[in-house]
């Protein structure tokens, strides 16, 4: 059995930089056509100056490969001058609540201050890409922010909003009221309950905010994916730390699965009997909610056993040692 899949696109990847950066960026555009960058850096990417460097660096270290890297920069109060000048180079911006993931000191801490912002945005059609949790208790935190979102997207009904890495029923059924909020869905989210991270021994390789959670909210956002919801896109979130990160007292949150993304899913899909549908959720919709024409390429998936590796350089993907049973056998 075989599937070919058309320019997949992942719209939410961590890069990073320096070491780390050439050993990620490659595995990525191996496989796909394009892929959202994120901007949290250390320090973050909020200034065009920077933004212009680090595109150089991320198109150096991905190499020969076919893959467009569609940049964020990292929400702050910009002035009309900078979105202007910044609008040709980037996809969207990239919005944090401050404090709420790995490197987001910077973030926002009042979101309904920055109106102004947004309101520029709006204008400007340039998209607003939001991590959405609260400060709340951690499984309730993208419940919480839910009213956020609906506050934003009343109040900029033009303003094109995507809920990054959603997790739950609650983020799912928000898409059907606003037609100006899109959502982007993990591979991670799709598989893992809380169980998998916490209900065993404690595993950091599959810790990640926000946190995955109920078997109710998997079963949710499966089925948005399965159907292809037009508004669903994947976005992997790979987020890759340094082994010693992960497996420490204060494990770092973020999953890496950029080598693994269309094997897991893939699989997944067949499962289900939807392998006609992961098309759309791997590239079209993205394709067609964002406006974007990654280069052309076809990835060759074949029903053959695959066994997940113990490590990419320093870092250990979700499902080391598991074996699956799909692989990319081409990518042309
Ligand atoms: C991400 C990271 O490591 O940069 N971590 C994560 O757990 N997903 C940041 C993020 O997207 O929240
Ligand atoms: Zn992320």
Known sequence: MELLLRSPLDMHLHLRQ???????????AQHFA????MPNLIPP????????????????AAGDHRFDPYMTLFFRDYTHEELVAAKPFIIGIKLYPAGATTNSESGVSQIMAMEHVYEMMQELDIPLLVHG???????????????????LATRFPRLRITMEHITTEAAVSLLDEFENLRATVTPHHL???????????MNPHVFCKPVAKRPEDRAALLAAALLTHPRLMMG??????????????????????????LPLLVELFDKHNA???????????????????????TVHLVKEQMTIPMS??????????????WRVAEVS
């Open 18 to 28: 320096d070491e780390m950066l050439d050993v990620v960026a490659p595995l990525s």
């Open 34 to 37: 394009g892929a959202v960058i």
């Open 45 to 60: 990417i909020n200034s065009l100056e920077r933004l212009l460097c680090y595109t150089t660096e991320v198109k150096r």
């Open 133 to 151: 949790e609260t400060h709340g208790f951690v499984m309730d935190r993208e419940h919480e922010f839910c009213d956020v979102y609906r506050n």
């Open 191 to 201: 598989l893992l309950t809380l169980d998998d991270v916490v209900g065993g021994l």
């Open 236 to 261: 992997s979130d790979s987020a890759p730390h340094p082994v010693d990160r992960k497996e420490s007292s204060g494990c770092a949150a973020g999953i890496f699965t950029a080598p693994i993304i």
């Open 275 to 297: 392998l006609e549908k992961l098309q759309a959720f791997v590239s079209d919709n993205a394709r067609r909610l964002y406006g974007v024409e990654p280069p052309t390429t």
């Open 312 to 325: 990419y350089g320093s870092v250990v993907p979700m499902w080391a040692g598991r074996t699956i049973s």
